[in-house]
């Protein structure tokens, strides 16, 4: 048999140096490895309390009409969320969720061999993105479990990179900043910087954490999602709004049929299900409050959050934080833990139902205790 040959045409050289990792390893892939389904799943951030009753129903509408592509211009969901945000429908692009519009993002501004900015540890979608275009990633390091705003502001000022991308609040230590303070990392970017400011979690986070928006602004791209707050994570929507100028420019880039008719009308029905969110946000704020007492009844303290989870700190290391996840895994708790030090000392923990969380205080005590037991990693 001959040799099986390399395929033609070859990949880019771009893509050959691509490594074969993904972002996120789903808990479904997780389960087909140990064979057993997790009985709760607190490890991606999505809305247990699913989608509004009202957004279920109008989903189920538009799944007949699934025939149709959507709406390409997506006009109705852009009429209703200009008049809900106060902006012209010509600063929105609605897309297949923030990692889609992050990836159009960068292929509209971030080049092979441009210098773009993010915190290490952070979200890390972006740079998977980055990475898919050939861009040059810079990192610095989260200060006190925080995205340093100043650190990022120096950098910028000294590598000024195409891209800057921050989540407020963050992903995945939970923290945020004061709109005043992400508003002095905008006036800080040189000219030609642009900052993706990732609110995924926006509609969690205490008032005064989002600065106003203002689509005049060309230094800044919103990016917002219905995965979170709206319970809509598998539906694949969310939305930017920037400055026309972006706007009209992710048009060049964008998938037209990307987002399709279901998601279309749930998000429509969604925005208009104001209880529905108001309840979510109530629920969210108690979990997370029935998460903190379950780490601190075992001695450990949970991070501050302003998001749909919370980062519980092991009070050790690396190694210590795995063991405790995997043991968790292992009780049918699914959860995840941030990548670098000092950030990966902690797990994290998505926000579930009472039964999600009885489960979650039932396993914490056993888990830990095993995770004390783990031998350490051989360095
Ligand atoms: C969950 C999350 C996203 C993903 O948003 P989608 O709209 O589902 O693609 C983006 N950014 C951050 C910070 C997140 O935590």
Redesign the pocket.
């Known amino acids: 048999m001959p040799e099986p040959e390399t395929p033609k045409p070859p990949l880019t050289d771009l893509a050959r140096e691509l490594p074969a990792s993904v972002p996120f390893v789903g808990p479904e892939t997780l389960e087909r490895r140990s064979g057993t389904p997790f009985t709760a799943r607190l490890g991606?951030?999505e809305s247990v309390f699913g989608p509004a009753p009202t957004a279920i129903e109008a989903m189920a509408r538009a799944a007949a009409s699934g025939w149709k592509y959507g709406d390409p211009e997506n006009h109705d969901l852009k009429a209703a969320l200009a008049a809900r945000l106060n902006v012209p429908a010509t600063a929105l692009t609605i897309g297949?969720?923030?990692?889609?519009?992050?990836g159009y993002t960068v292929r509209l501004f971030a080049g092979q061999g441009d210098s773009v900015l993010t915190s290490d540890g952070a979200?890390p979608?972006f740079l998977y993105h980055v990475t898919g275009f050939g861009g040059q990633i810079h990192k610095i390091p989260y200060k006190d479990d925080r995205e340093d705003l100043t650190g990022l502001a120096g950098a910028a000022q000294r590598l000024k990179p195409k891209l800057v991308y921050l989540?407020n609040p963050?992903?995945p230590m939970g923290s945020w900043w004061p709109a005043a303070d992400v508003q002095a990392l905008i006036d800080a970017l040189p000219a030609g910087t642009l900052l993706c400011l990732?609110e995924?979690?926006g509609e969690f986070a205490p008032e005064g954490t989002l600065p106003p928006l203002d689509p005049d602004d060309p230094r800044v791209i919103r990016?917002r999602?219905?995965?979170?707050a709206y319970g809509m994570?598998g539906l694949?929507?969310?939305y930017t709004i920037a400055h026309p100028q972006i706007a009209a420019a992710y048009n060049k880039v964008r998938l037209h049929f990307g987002v399709n008719r279901v998601a279309q009308a749930g998000a429509l029905a969604a925005l208009a299900a104001g209880d529905h969110l108001k309840s979510v946000l109530e629920r969210t704020a108690a979990a997370r409050t029935r998460i903190g007492a379950i780490a601190a009844d075992h001695g450990l303290n949970a991070l501050p959050s302003a998001?749909n989870f919370v980062a519980i700190d092991g009070g050790r290391n690396d190694t210590f934080a795995k063991s405790l996840l995997e043991a968790l895994g292992r009780r049918g708790i699914f959860v995840r833990m941030p990548g670098p030090a000092p950030l990966n000392r902690c797990i994290r923990i998505t926000v579930g139902t009472e039964a999600d969380l009885n489960r979650l205080a039932e396993a914490f005590g056993p888990a830990l205790t095993e995770a004390a037991q783990d031998p350490p990693a051989v360095s």
């Open positions: 991606a951030n297949e969720g923030i990692d889609a519009l992050l979200y979608t989540a963050d992903n990732d995924a979690y990016f999602t219905f995965s979170k994570a694949r929507i969310g998001t």
